[in-house]
């Protein structure tokens, strides 16, 4: 492959036909960073409201270094994966004290910090500082396969270290930055999963799997095993002035720190889901809920689980033990809390319910 010709190929068509995305509008690495985090398992046009939202909200490492983290969760309500967000604002806040709030620009130094891993350390580092370091992640390795042919499994985690190889080599050293974006927004946009657009491929010529009619067979990809399938009653339990009760969820493990309505995993016994659900109230707060019948389900896939949850309404009388984890709060007051999709999804569906009643 003729490297030079390749490189003002891609960077020349990146040039002229990139995205206008708000992250692009200048080389913070702040912001850079901040959307790289976002745009981890997120699609781009999801991203972009959520990008904007979120530096009007923590414009500066110091703003999101000093924030309320249940003001951070809650510009983050939605984008799921909720331990990036905690990462980021964990290592920002390194940054603020260890760095006087300058990212750093070494790979050591940005690689330590945490939730930083080597796609995102240089992401940063090429495109915020102009270093020539990969950026390694599916669209690239996707891309590159088809390019070099590289038949190796991008399931594997130990295939990214030929991709960041193959990319140490073919890296733009005048233009890293443009050069990594390139790859990167030709994976989104032309060198797809299915169907890649070959035709209108800016770096055809170069492209080994094309040559050989081969572009549909790669990347080699092992399937994932089958996601874990878990059965969930959950309620929304009203006192007697209305208020809906809501809980804060553990401070480790999946969706740390949201806040849920009470949840509970059923037994086999599918035909007890109200009562599981009012025994498991009772047993937690001590009072004896009516629960109503189902007013719906949620579905709701993680990447290693899927829940089927069946959502009831409820009322009870007397008190519970309210405190930082615990709460009641009327219909405006539950808009300040953080709720992971598929209590959101309640919460629309019980007020809908409440409207049609």
């Not at 480790?252 to 009012?278: H, I």
């Not at 709460?327 to 019980?350: G, R």
């Amino acid at each position: 492959m003729d490297i030079k010709s390749f490189q003002d190929d891609l960077i020349g068509w990146f040039a002229s036909e990139q995205r206008e995305l708000p992250w692009r509008k200048d080389q913070d690495p702040y912001k850079v960073w901040v959307s790289e985090i976002m745009l981890q398992q997120t699609r781009v046009d999801t991203v972009i409201p959520y990008f904007t939202r979120f530096l009007e909200n923590f414009p500066t490492i110091e703003a999101l270094a000093n924030a309320d983290e249940e003001k951070v969760l809650k510009a983050w309500e939605g984008l799921g994966y909720y331990s990036r967000v905690r990462n980021l604002q964990s290592a920002v806040r390194e940054v603020h004290e260890k760095y006087s709030g300058i990212v750093p620009d070494s790979p050591e130094g940005i690689s330590s910090l945490k939730g930083v891993g080597p796609y995102t350390a240089g992401a940063i580092l090429s495109i915020a500082y102009g270093k020539p370091e990969p950026a390694v992640d599916g669209n690239v390795m996707r891309v590159l396969s088809r390019i070099l042919l590289i038949w190796d499994d991008i399931a594997k985690p130990s295939t990214r270290k030929i991709f960041e190889e193959a990319v140490r080599k073919l890296i733009s050293h005048e233009n890293p930055s443009f050069f990594n974006q390139a790859l990167m927004e030709l994976g989104a946009l032309i060198c797809t999963p299915t169907s890649p657009s070959c035709l209108l491929c800016p770096v055809r010529e170069h492209c080994q799997a094309f040559h050989e009619g081969v572009q549909k067979e790669l990347p080699v990809k092992t399937k994932k095993k089958t996601q874990k399938a878990v059965q969930l009653a959950a309620g929304i339990f009203t006192d007697g002035k209305g208020r809906i009760l809501i809980r804060k969820r553990p401070e480790s493990g999946l969706l740390a720190n949201l806040w849920e309505f009470p949840t509970v995993e059923l037994t086999l016994d599918f035909q007890r889901q109200r009562d599981q659900l009012a025994e498991h109230f009772e047993e937690s707060y001590g009072v004896k809920p009516n629960v109503n019948d189902s007013i719906g389900q949620i579905d709701h896939v993680f990447s290693h689980l899927v829940w089927n949850v069946q959502v009831y309404s409820g009322i009870f009388s007397g008190g519970v033990p309210e405190g930082p984890q615990l709460k009641l709060v009327n219909q405006e007051e539950i808009q300040e809390f953080a709720f992971p999709v598929p209590y959101q999804k309640m919460l629309k569906q019980y007020l809908d319910f409440k409207k049609a009643d």
